[in-house]
C-alpha cells in the first residue's frame, strides 16, 4: 500500500521559513512524479510546485516562485519543500502527491496524496 506521510508544518511569523518533507513508502514503481499542493480553509485546493524526476523539471506557482523550493532525495525517497520568507497567505493544509509518468505536474491529476502538514503564517 502506498504511504505519503508528511511533516514539518508549524505556526511561524511572517518572514521565517519552514522546510516540509513527504516521506514515500509501498510503492512498486518510482514515483517520478511528486509534488506539493496546499488548501486553505474555504479554498479550493492549488498546486505549490511539482518536480518531474524524469525529465529533471521544477515548476511553481507565480506566488512562491523564488521564495520556495521543491527537492527530492532518491535515497530516502523523500520530497521536501522549502518555504522562506513566508506570508500570510501561505497559510494552508499542505499536501504531498505522487504519481508515475507522465508527470501531472501542476495538475490536480495526482493518484496518491499524504494526509497533510498544517502551517500557519501569523504574526
Known amino acids: 500500500e502506498v504511504q505519503l506521510v508528511e511533516s514539518g508544518g508549524a505556526s511561524v511569523r511572517p518572514g521565517e521559513s519552514l522546510r516540509l518533507s513527504c516521506d514515500a513508502s509501498g510503492y512498486r514503481y518510482y514515483f517520478f512524479c511528486m509534488a506539493w499542493f496546499r488548501q486553505a480553509p474555504g479554498k479550493e485546493r492549488e498546486p505549490v510546485a511539482a518536480l518531474d524526476s524524469d525529465e529533471f523539471t521544477a515548476e511553481y506557482r507565480d506566488s512562491v516562485r523564488g521564495r520556495f523550493t521543491i527537492s527530492r532525495d532518491p535515497n530516502k525517497d523523500t520530497l521536501y519543500l ?4 513566508l506570508k500570510p497567505e501561505d497559510t494552508a493544509m499542505y499536501y504531498c502527491a505522487a504519481d508515475s509518468v507522465p508527470c ?6 495526482y493518484n496518491y496524496w499524504g494526509q497533510g502538514t498544517q502551517v500557519t503564517v501569523s504574526s
Open 82 to 85: 522549502q518555504m522562506n520568507n
Open 104 to 109: 501531472p505536474l501542476l495538475a490536480d491529476e
